[in-house]
């Protein structure tokens, strides 16, 4: 399974962006989420979708995840950013056991990075 993330870009505070992720190739688990990683931090959890969807209080009711079965694509749909949003996004696929792990997740994609002014 390949992923290719996508929609990264520039937006100023309190602006959206739409982030994708394509899924190429066949997994039987189709558990999916995104983590970022902000400069000189550690990676943390964003979101995940199985047959319902996991956010992180930071970003909970700003963004939200979906997918798009018959594309095998899952977005992220990211509003009223901040300027802490700043990170480069990853996605992942395959996760069993903690949604909120990265360990959790088999299969990764290259970040697409986030870039929030103020």
């Known amino acids: 399974v390949q992923l290719q993330a996508s929609g990264g870009g520039l937006v100023q505070a309190g602006g959206s962006l739409r982030l994708s992720c394509a899924a190429s190739?066949?997994?039987?688990?189709?558990?999916m989420g995104w983590f970022r990683q902000a400069p000189g931090k550690e990676r943390e959890f964003v979101a995940a979708i199985s047959f319902r969807t996991y956010y992180a209080d930071s970003v909970k009711g700003r963004f939200t995840i979906s997918r798009d079965n018959a594309k095998n694509t899952v977005y992220l749909q990211m509003s009223s950013l901040k300027p802490d949003d700043t990170a480069d996004y990853y996605c992942?696929?395959?996760?069993?056991?903690?949604?909120?792990?990265?360990?959790?997740?088999?299969?990764w994609g290259q970040g697409t990075q986030v870039t929030v002014s103020s």
């Open positions: 190739g066949r997994t039987f688990n189709n558990n």
């Open positions: 992942a696929a395959a996760y069993t056991g903690t949604y909120y792990i990265d360990k959790s997740y088999k299969y």
